[in-house]
C-alpha cells in the first residue's frame, strides 16, 4: 500500500538499492547515506557491479562496515536479520525507476520490506506494486509525492523574527556535494561549541534524519519562498539555534534549474558558503550546450548584487590530483581574500572558525557553548 509520509514514525535498518550505480555520481543519495544517516541503520548496499566491496571504501576510502550485495537474500543471510526498508539510491534519467529493478523491487515489497523512493516516478501509483506491497504488508513512501495544498505554505515576512545566523551552502553546478558540505558544516559547528541546525531541501537530507526542511523539486513554484521561510521558522522556534544552514539546489545560473536567489532573498542570508569545482568548464550534464560555469569572482559578485556576502570557498576536487587542488585552493583564497577550504580532503575547520567570528559580530545573536 501507499501511505501518506509520517516522517517521525520512518526510522529502522535499511538497505540501499543502487542498480549498478554505486560507483557513480548518479548515486549520491546513496553516497550521503553511506556517509551519514541519523534516521536509518543502513545494513548493506544491493549493487551486482560492487558486490563483495565496502561501501565506504569505494565512495572516500573510509571502512564502514557496510558491505555490498549483490542480492537481499546474501544481505539477509549476512546480517541474520531482514531490513525494513529498501532505499532507492540513485538518480536515474527522467527521474524513473528503470524496468531491470522492477524484479527487486517486487521481491523486497513480497517480503514485507518496505520502499522509501525518492525517485520522481511515485512507484505507489503504479497498480503493480501497490498490489505486491499490500500483498506483503509492506508500504510505500514516495518521499517527492508533492504536499497537498493546504499544508503548503505562502511567503509571510516571519524571516524577520528569526535571530539565528542565516547561512546556505550554494554552489556554481549541481552536483557538486552542497548537501555533504552542508552536513559536514554542522558537524563541525557542533564540535565548536555552536547549536547547528540544517534544514534540507532534497529527499537525501530527508533520508539522513533532518527534521527541517522540504523537497524543493516537489514543491511547485508559487510556494518555494514560504516553504524555505516555513522550515526556517519552524527551526529557529523548536530549536532556538545559533546557526540555521539551508541546503542549496542546483546553482544561480544552470540553465536545467536556476536556483539561489530564493534563499538569498526569501531567508534574508547573513552569508553564503559558495561550493565550486574547478576540475568543470561546462555545467554538468550539459556539455554540448556548451555554455562554460560562470567564474567564482563572478558568483561572488551576482550573490552580493542578490543581497549577501560570500563567506567561505569550498572545492569539488574532481578531476584533478591532490597536489592540483591545492594549487588552485590557495590561488583562490590569495586572490580572492576569502577562506577556502577542501572539505572531503581537509575537513570544515577553518569554515566554522569563520562563522564563529561571524556570530559574535551579529546583533542580538549570542553564541552558546553547549556541553
Known amino acids: 500500500m501507499t501511505d501518506k509520509l ?3 514514525a520512518v526510522t529502522g535498518t535499511a538497505c540501499i538499492i543502487t542498480g549498478g550505480l554505486l560507483n557513480d ?49 546474501q544481505l539477509i543471510g549476512h546480517c541474520g536479520q531482514k531490513p525494513d526498508y529498501a532505499i532507492i539510491g540513485m538518480a536515474t534519467k527522467g527521474g524513473v525507476l528503470p524496468e531491470e529493478l522492477y524484479p527487486l523491487v517486487k521481491q523486497t515489497l513480497e517480503m ?17 506494486f501497490s498490489a505486491v506491497a499490500k500483498q506483503g504488508q509492506s508500504r510505500i513512501l514516495d518521499i517527492r509525492k508533492p504536499k497537498g495544498f493546504k499544508d503548503l505554505h505562502f511567503w509571510t515576512g516571519k524571516i524577520k523574527e528569526v535571530k539565528a545566523l542565516k547561512l546556505a551552502v550554494l554552489g556554481t553546478d549541481c552536483a557538486l556535494g552542497k548537501r555533504t558540505t552542508t552536513k559536514f558544516l554542522v558537524n563541525e559547528l557542533k564540535e565548536h561549541g555552536c547549536d547547528a541546525h540544517m534544514v534540507y531541501t532534497g529527499q537525501t537530507g530527508w533520508l539522513q534524519g533532518g527534521q527541517y526542511g522540504f523537497v524543493f523539486d516537489a514543491t511547485p513554484n ?3 519562498s514560504g516553504e524555505l521561510e516555513h522550515s526556517v521558522c519552524q527551526c529557529w522556534e523548536k ?4 546557526v540555521i544552514l539551508l541546503e542549496g539546489q542546483s546553482s544561480l545560473r544552470n540553465p536545467s534549474g ?31 550546450y556548451g555554455k562554460p560555469i560562470p567564474t567564482i569572482e563572478e558568483e561572488i559578485a551576482l550573490i552580493k548584487m542578490l543581497g549577501t556576502d560570500t563567506i567561505c570557498i569550498t572545492l569539488n576536487s574532481e578531476g584533478l590530483t591532490p597536489k592540483e587542488a591545492q594549487n588552485i585552493k590557495n590561488k583562490i583564497e590569495q586572490e580572492l581574500g576569502i577562506p577556502t577550504v577542501l572539505p572531503l580532503e581537509e575537513g570544515m575547520n577553518r569554515c566554522a572558525a569563520t562563522i564563529k567570528q561571524m556570530m559574535h ?6 553564541p552558546v557553548t553547549r556541553p
Open 239 to 242: 530549536e532556538d539555534p545559533d
Open 258 to 288: 536556476p536556483c539561489g536567489s530564493e534563499y538569498i532573498i526569501s531567508c534574508e542570508l547573513d552569508g553564503v558558503i559558495l561550493q565550486h569545482a574547478p576540475g568543470r568548464t561546462y555545467f554538468n550534464g550539459l556539455e554540448k
Open 222 to 224: 508559487d510556494f518555494i
Open 6 to 8: 509520517n516522517q517521525n
Open 112 to 128: 514485507g520490506i518496505s520502499l522509501v523512493n525518492g525517485l520522481h516516478e511515485t512507484i505507489g501509483d503504479i497498480e503493480e
Open 361 to 366: 559580530k551579529k546583533k542580538d545573536v549570542v
Open 25 to 73: 555520481v548518479h548515486a549520491k543519495t546513496a553516497h550521503g547515506l553511506i556517509r551519514q544517516s541519523d534516521r536509518f541503520q543502513i545494513l548493506g548496499v544491493l549493487d551486482h557491479i560492487s558486490a563483495g566491496e565496502d561501501a565506504g571504501m569505494l565512495l572516500d576510502g573510509k571502512h564502514r562496515n557496510i558491505p555490498v550485495f549483490h542480492t537481499i537474500e
